[in-house]
């Protein structure tokens, strides 16, 4: 059964609902790398709140190697307290999981959390200097690496491939981003 926390400990977003799996109320679930398991207790977005659920099962079920510079994602078969059946399950595909921050292991050297990177702004390294683009407002992958969308004022968004080819820098204390675009990269 699902409990809305009188107060919510410090959580971090490390995954989503992909579907769900089997009849029971199980879903597939996709975590990143680093998650300490087993889990007791996760967390999922429901609207503009967190709720939580007790694990009542979990076992691996696959896993795939993101980017170099992001954390792998592993895809799990998971089953909570209180959801009992497939309409039950499905009311959850495509959300938010979050679990205590401090069962998720620290990242190496270069890795970033995708929810770090949404509101830093990204500045351009050109031949007249650099100049700030705009802010990343959603971070999504190919299969083959994460783009960053960038909101350009007064233009269409730009979509930047998070590779070392364009990615020269990011300071997430400043909450910044710079590039170098490929030419044909940005559209005018």
Known sequence: MAVVPEELPEIRSVGYVMRTHGLKGEWRVR???????PLTTLWIRSKLKWL???IE???PCGSRQSAHQFVEWNEWLL????IDSIDDAKVWVGEEIAV???LISPLEEGEYYVEDLVGCVVSSHTDEGIREMGEVVE???TGSNEVLRVSVPG???????????VISKVDLDRRVIEMTPLPG???E
């Open 100 to 102: 205590a921050a401090n």
């Open 79 to 82: 089953k909570v307290h209180g």
């Open 139 to 141: 971070v999504f992958s």
């Open 185 to 187: 990269l940005l559209s």
């Open 52 to 54: 939580s659920y007790d």
């Open 57 to 59: 099962a979990m076992r």
């Open 31 to 37: 975590l990143m790398d680093g998650v300490e398991s």
């Open 155 to 165: 233009r269409a968004d730009q979509l930047i491939p998070f590779i070392d080819q």
